[in-house]
């Protein structure tokens, strides 16, 4: 039996479809069960889908019996709370499609959202919590299909990676790197001219939609094909090595373009002479340099780390295999494909042995978790991390790591917490000279400054992480700094200035494909929160919208439940109970606050 959830719900046995159930109250309740984090008790679905009813509890027990009725099963869906356990002969289509397989293909068959046309006016709390899972499930879908492609790509079959690229533009236009990946796709099978038409199709989309012009890594995608040219042959292995080494070294110095020059010609000089775990390092330093050192380069990282775990399962390299699968599990937290991530981490973590390998990995998986709003796992990883870092003497990484933790904190509003993590950070920071890093930590620490009422202080940090990061040209630092100095102005009562500087840091986050997205709605949710505080429901309205599309999208449940408060104010009733479901599994004091000042408003 098939239980299909994507697109209209049907039931099928053997292929052929057989009597649905009766209502839409029926697919609800199923979904609700198959989706919900921990099994549900009667008492929470009966208030949630038939509060409607004269008797809601009565009503859930004929609708699990007529689900029952359709399954051919008498003995599931029973129980307080009630079992999702369906048996081994039952087949969820949802499951096929975001777990891992081997076999993707059924990606390509996934065309409506899920359940397709079922609506329930009547359960406007379902609504919100329905419309939020359709973003999430659909960001599902699209991570697997770019998953596929990528690996399809560094795996030589450029033909088949077409597809499923093709299928991620269609599921999200407005995302650069789909475009990008399919472009790749094209170039590497040699039809460069449909690739050069996929690039004027997303520049066009970009202007018009986002009003932001398409970076120069989608354009050179189109220049990768069985015919681009290689680096010239250098003199073997030892060449090869060297070029690595001096690759590294550029990089870290901040000579990205020679850097990256030097790593490609060590990958290609490795190729040749058929050195293939020497290759994997290379083109996992390659990678890596092109997703952190370089903007705009994730898509072009993302094929070579692909390629160097391929080689580093051939060569039995267990510490190329790490740092690739870590390097991605990275890119997935930065784009918030919180499961795939999840997987590529997960996997990292079976493998690693030592604390130079776990230190690192352990903070990616940190930042996920905080991304997520699950603060508990959140400060176990980082807190793991931090220990680790300091153990190996990775001091870079314990600053990473210590700013993570205290944006935890700070997010949690347990601000003496965050000083004491923000200045260890900052400390380190300013030990190893990072200046690439530093005004991370220091629009955090301006911020608590601005917290705590010391508006000079806030000034200077603001100001200072503002221009070290454009001198930079790091857009994740830039978005994070004009959105503190948005909020400065705001507390200085200058409205104006406020609005000008939030829509900066909007722009400067998406100004590159690869975004940080939680940046992103971190600066969206500040300048709603200026907008309402100043009555400006026009401007905080549409800001909303788009908040809570990227935050459901992006699985960042704190900003879920925050779009659905904004709502609220902005005069939606039902908004409020959903936000109050939608909380219920969130760990972070500062939202109660939050609801009572809601409370307040109310009683006035």
């Known amino acids: 039996m098939t239980i299909r959830l994507l697109g209209p719900p049907a039931i099928e046995r053997d292929g052929l479809p057989v009597r649905s159930p009766r209502g839409r109250k029926v697919w609800a309740l199923l979904s609700y069960l198959l989706l919900a984090e921990r099994p549900p008790s009667r008492r929470q679905l009966a208030e949630l889908l038939f509060g409607d009813a004269d008797d809601p509890l009565g009503a859930l027990r004929w609708t699990l019996a007529e689900l029952r009725r359709a399954l051919g099963k008498r003995d599931v869906l029973s129980g307080d709370p009630i079992s999702p356990v369906l048996g081994d002969d039952v087949v969820v289509d949802l499951e096929q499609i975001t777990r891992e397989q081997d076999d993707p293909s059924p990606l390509l068959d996934v065309r409506g959202e899920l359940l397709e046309g079922v609506h329930l006016t009547s359960s406007l709390e379902f609504e919100s919590w329905l419309l939020v899972e359709r973003h999430r499930v659909s960001a599902r879908v699209e991570a697997r299909l770019r998953q596929a492609a990528v690996a399809m790509l560094a795996g030589g079959r450029?033909?088949?990676?077409?597809?499923?690229?093709?299928r991620a533009v269609a599921r999200n236009p407005l995302e650069e790197g789909n475009h990008e990946l399919l472009v790749r796709s094209l170039a590497a099978t040699g039809d460069r001219t449909a690739a050069l038409r996929q690039i004027a199709v997303c520049?066009?989309?970009?202007?018009?939609?986002?009003?932001?012009?398409?970076?120069?890594?989608?354009?050179?995608?189109?220049?990768?094909?069985?015919?681009?040219?290689?680096?010239?042959?250098?003199?073997?292995?030892a060449a090869a090595a060297s070029q690595l080494d001096a690759g590294r070294a550029a990089i870290v110095a901040?000579?990205?373009?020679?850097?990256?020059?030097?790593?490609?010609?060590?990958?290609?000089?490795?190729?040749?002479?058929?050195?293939?775990?020497?290759?994997?390092?290379?083109?996992?330093?390659?990678?890596?340099?092109?997703?952190h050192a370089a903007r705009g380069r994730d898509e072009e990282g993302i094929?070579?780390?692909?390629?160097?775990?391929?080689?580093?399962?051939?060569t039995g390299d267990r510490v190329t295999a790490v740092t690739a699968h870590r390097e991605l599990g990275f890119v997935e937290v930065q784009a918030g494909r919180r499961k795939t991530a999840d997987v590529w981490l997960a996997k990292a973590q079976a493998m690693a042995e030592t604390d130079e390998e776990l230190a690192p990995l352990l903070a990616v998986r940190g930042k996920n978790a905080s991304?997520?709003?699950?603060?508990?796992?959140?400060?176990?990883?980082?807190?793991?991390?931090?220990?680790?870092?300091g153990r190996c003497a990775d001091h870079r990484q314990q600053a990473w790591s210590l700013s993570m933790v205290a944006r935890a904190h700070?997010?949690?509003?347990?601000?003496?917490?965050?000083?004491?993590?923000?200045?260890?950070?900052?400390?380190?920071?300013?030990?190893?000279?990072?200046?690439?890093?530093?005004?991370?930590?220091?629009?955090?620490?301006?911020?608590?400054?601005?917290?705590?009422?010391?508006?000079?202080?806030?000034?200077?940090?603001?100001?200072?992480?503002?221009?070290?990061?454009?001198?930079?040209?790091?857009?994740?630092?830039?978005?994070?700094?004009?959105?503190?100095?948005?909020?400065?102005?705001?507390?200085?009562?200058?409205?104006?200035?406020?609005?000008?500087?939030?829509?900066?840091?909007?722009?400067?986050?998406?100004?590159?494909?690869?975004?940080?997205?939680?940046?992103?709605?971190?600066?969206?949710?500040?300048?709603?929160?200026?907008?309402?505080?100043?009555?400006?429901?026009?401007?905080?309205?549409?800001?909303?919208?788009?908040?809570?599309?990227?935050?459901?999208?992006?699985?960042?449940?704190?900003f879920v439940v925050r779009a659905h408060l904004h709502r609220f104010r902005l005069g939606d009733q039902t908004a409020l109970a959903a936000a109050r479901m939608l909380s219920a599994d969130i760990d972070n004091p500062a939202l109660a606050p939050l609801f009572q000042e809601i409370s307040t408003r109310q009683k006035r």
């Open 254 to 291: 901040g000579a990205v373009d020679a850097g990256l020059q030097c790593l490609r010609r060590a990958a290609a000089e490795a190729a040749r002479c058929g050195d293939a775990a020497l290759q994997g390092r290379a083109l996992v330093a390659l990678g890596g340099a092109l997703i």
């Open 371 to 389: 991304d997520l709003g699950d603060y508990p796992a959140a400060f176990d990883y980082l807190n793991e991390s931090v220990e680790r870092s």
């Open 410 to 558: 700070l997010l949690r509003a347990e601000r003496s917490q965050a000083a004491a993590a923000l200045a260890r950070s900052l400390e380190r920071v300013h030990e190893q000279r990072w200046m690439a890093f530093l005004p991370w930590p220091q629009a955090l620490r301006a911020e608590l400054d601005l917290h705590g009422g010391d508006v000079e202080a806030a000034t200077d940090g603001f100001e200072q992480a503002w221009e070290l990061a454009c001198q930079l040209n790091d857009s994740c630092w830039e978005g994070m700094a004009a959105r503190g100095l948005g909020l400065l102005s705001a507390a200085k009562g200058d409205y104006v200035a406020a609005t000008k500087w939030q829509d900066e840091s909007s722009f400067r986050c998406i100004r590159v494909p690869d975004r940080y997205q939680w940046v992103y709605a971190y600066a969206m949710d500040a300048a709603i929160t200026t907008a309402l505080e100043h009555d400006d429901h026009d401007r905080a309205r549409p800001l909303t919208e788009s908040l809570a599309a990227l935050a459901a999208r992006c699985d960042m449940r704190e």
């Open 158 to 166: 450029a033909g088949d990676a077409v597809a499923y690229a093709s």
């Open 303 to 314: 094929v070579a780390i692909h390629e160097a775990i391929q080689l580093a399962a051939r």
């Open 203 to 237: 520049e066009d989309i970009l202007r018009r939609e986002l009003g932001v012009e398409a970076s120069a890594a989608l354009r050179e995608a189109a220049t990768v094909g069985p015919d681009s040219p290689m680096a010239p042959p250098l003199s073997g292995r």
